[in-house]
C-alpha cells in the first residue's frame, strides 16, 4: 500500500478547497441565474411587443368581423353569440384600447358602440357572460371616458337583466330574454350565482338605483347560505328549490369567480357581509381542497359535505387563485401555487385546459387563450416586485405567440400536446389576456392598482362614488 507524504497530503487539502471554492462560485452563479437575467429584462421592449401583437389581433377583428360579435381566425368568418350581434368583442375590449394607448382607435370604437348598440333585442342571453363583459366593459369605459352614453346603456342592459332575480330563492335564471323579459335555465352553478355583484353593485352606485346591489347581493348570500357543514358549496344548484344537484366542489370552472366576488366585494364597496364570507370560505377551501404532492401545492376536488377527494385535477382557470391570494394577504400559498401553475404551462410550452397533478398528464388538452396564469403572474410581481414573475411573464408571452398567432390575429388550440389551431377568437383575449401581459411590463404609473377593482373580465372599477 502506496503511503503519502504529508507534503502532498497538504498539497492536497489545499486542491480539494480551491475546487470546492470554484464549484461554490459556479453554482451560485447558476442558480441566480434566472433573477439577474429577470431583472435585466428590456420591460419597455416587452411592452412595445405586446402592444404590436394586440394591435394585430384587433385589426384582424376589424377587417373581417367589425360590427360582429368575435372573430374565427382562421377561415376569417363571424360568430354572433345570439344570431345577432351585441358588440362583444368591441364593448370587452374597449377599455384595452385605452389602457394600451390605442387613443384613436378607442374613440372610434366608443362612437360606434354609443350610436350603434341597442339591447332592444328578442333574444335569450346568458346572463353571467353578458354581465361580465358587456355591463362591466360599459362600466369601466364609462369611468374612463365619462361618456354618459355608455352609463346610459348600461342602465337599460341592467334594467333587462333584471328578471333573472326573480326565482323563488333570489338566485338568478342563468338566461333572459333582453326584449320580454321571460327566464329559463333553473340549474345553475356559484360562479352564475355569485359573480354578479361587482357589476350590478357599480351600476347601482353609478346610477343611485339601489335595486341592482340588491338583487346581486341578495343572490351571493344565497349561494353563499347553501354551503355543506365544511363550509363547501357544490357545481350546480337549482335556483327554484335551492337544493344542490352536483356536489362536487373545487375553484374551476362554475365556481372559481364566486370566490374571487367575496373578497373583491368587501375591497370595492367595503361591504363587511363579504368579508365575512370569505374569511369563512378561504379558511374551508384551504382545509379541504389544497393539497401537498411532493413541495408543490395545489387545490383539486372533494365533495361538498364530506370533503372526501374526488379529483386530482387542476386547470387554466384555476390558475386565477394565486392572483386571489395574493389579493387576500396569503402570500405564501400565493407564490407557491403560482409555481405549480407555472409547471402545468412548461409540460407542453402552454398550458392544457386540465391537468391530472399528480401525473401531470393532461386531462383536457385544450387552450382557448385563457389569461388567468398572466393574470396570477401580474398580482405577484406587484406585491414581491420579485423578477422571477418577469421573467416568468416572459417566457409565457413568447410561448403565446409561438403558439397562437396567425396570418390576421390569434386563435386557440385544439391541443396543447399537437399545437393544432381552433378557428376561434375570444373577445377575452383583448379584456383579459393581452391587458395582463401589458400590465406586467409596463410601468406602475400605468394603472394604480391599489384604486382599482378587476372584474372577472378584468375590467377595472374605481370607486368613484
Not at 45 to 57: D, N, P, S, T, W
Not at 142 to 165: C, E, H, M, S, W
Not at 300 to 315: I, P
Not at 324 to 347: E, I, T
Request: glycine residues 6%.
Amino acid at each position: 500500500m502506496n503511503k503519502i507524504s504529508p507534503q502532498r497530503r497538504r498539497d492536497t487539502e489545499m486542491e480539494m478547497k480551491s475546487f470546492t471554492l470554484i464549484v461554490s462560485v459556479i453554482l451560485l452563479a447558476l442558480f441566480t441565474t434566472v433573477p439577474v437575467n429577470a431583472q435585466a429584462l428590456n420591460k419597455a421592449k416587452l411592452v412595445g411587443e405586446v402592444k404590436a401583437e394586440f394591435i394585430h389581433a384587433w385589426n384582424g377583428y376589424k377587417q373581417y368581423c367589425w360590427g360582429h360579435d368575435d372573430l374565427k381566425s382562421i377561415s376569417k368568418t363571424c360568430r354572433d353569440w345570439y344570431g345577432t350581434p351585441v358588440y362583444m368583442t368591441a364593448v370587452d375590449s374597449l377599455d384595452s384600447l385605452y389602457l394600451l394607448g390605442f387613443k384613436k382607435e378607442a374613440d372610434e370604437t366608443r362612437e360606434y358602440i354609443a350610436k350603434n348598440l341597442s339591447f332592444d333585442k328578442d333574444i335569450s342571453v346568458q346572463n353571467f357572460e353578458i354581465t361580465i363583459r358587456i355591463l362591466g366593459g360599459l362600466l369601466s369605459s364609462y369611468q374612463i371616458t365619462g361618456d354618459k352614453r355608455l352609463l346610459n346603456l348600461a342602465d337599460d342592459l341592467g334594467r333587462r337583466l333584471l328578471p333573472v332575480f326573480d326565482s323563488p330563492t333570489g338566485l338568478p335564471y342563468k338566461f333572459v330574454n333582453l326584449k320580454t323579459g321571460k327566464t329559463k335555465g333553473e340549474i345553475s352553478n356559484p360562479a352564475e350565482t355569485g359573480t354578479l355583484l361587482i357589476e350590478f353593485g357599480t351600476l347601482s352606485k353609478l346610477t343611485k338605483k339601489p335595486v341592482y346591489y340588491e338583487k346581486a347581493k341578495r343572490a351571493l348570500v344565497e349561494t353563499y347560505n347553501r354551503r355543506s357543514p365544511i363550509g363547501l358549496i357544490g357545481t350546480n344548484i337549482n335556483v327554484e328549490t335551492g337544493k344542490w344537484t352536483n356536489t362536487d366542489s373545487h375553484i374551476s370552472a362554475e365556481i372559481d369567480s364566486y370566490y374571487e366576488y367575496l373578497l373583491k366585494c368587501w375591497l370595492l364597496f367595503g361591504d363587511k357581509d363579504c368579508k365575512k364570507m370569505w374569511d369563512e370560505g378561504i379558511a374551508s377551501i384551504n382545509k379541504n381542497l389544497a393539497e401537498e404532492i411532493g413541495d408543490d401545492l395545489w387545490y383539486g376536488h372533494a365533495d361538498m359535505n364530506t370533503g372526501k377527494r374526488t379529483s386530482t385535477t387542476f386547470g387554466a382557470l384555476d390558475a386565477f387563485f394565486p392572483a386571489v391570494l395574493a389579493l387576500g394577504g396569503d402570500l405564501p400559498r400565493a407564490k407557491r401555487l403560482q409555481d405549480s401553475a407555472f409547471k402545468m404551462w412548461q409540460v407542453h410550452g402552454i398550458e392544457p385546459e386540465e391537468i391530472d397533478y399528480k401525473t401531470m398528464k393532461v386531462t383536457s388538452a385544450g387552450y382557448p387563450l385563457r389569461p388567468e396564469i398572466v393574470e396570477s403572474t401580474y398580482y405577484l410581481y406587484h406585491y414581491t416586485k420579485d423578477p422571477k414573475y418577469l421573467a416568468m411573464g416572459k417566457q409565457m408571452f413568447e410561448d403565446f405567440v409561438k403558439f397562437c398567432r396567425t396570418d390576421v390575429a390569434y386563435a386557440g388550440l385544439k391541443s396543447v400536446e399537437t399545437k393544432e389551431k381552433t378557428d376561434y377568437m375570444h373577445s377575452f383575449l383583448f379584456a383579459e389576456t393581452f391587458k395582463y401581459f401589458y400590465l406586467l411590463f409596463a410601468p406602475e404609473k400605468t394603472l394604480d392598482f391599489e384604486k382599482v377593482v378587476f372584474n372577472t373580465e378584468a375590467h377595472p372599477i374605481r370607486r368613484t362614488w
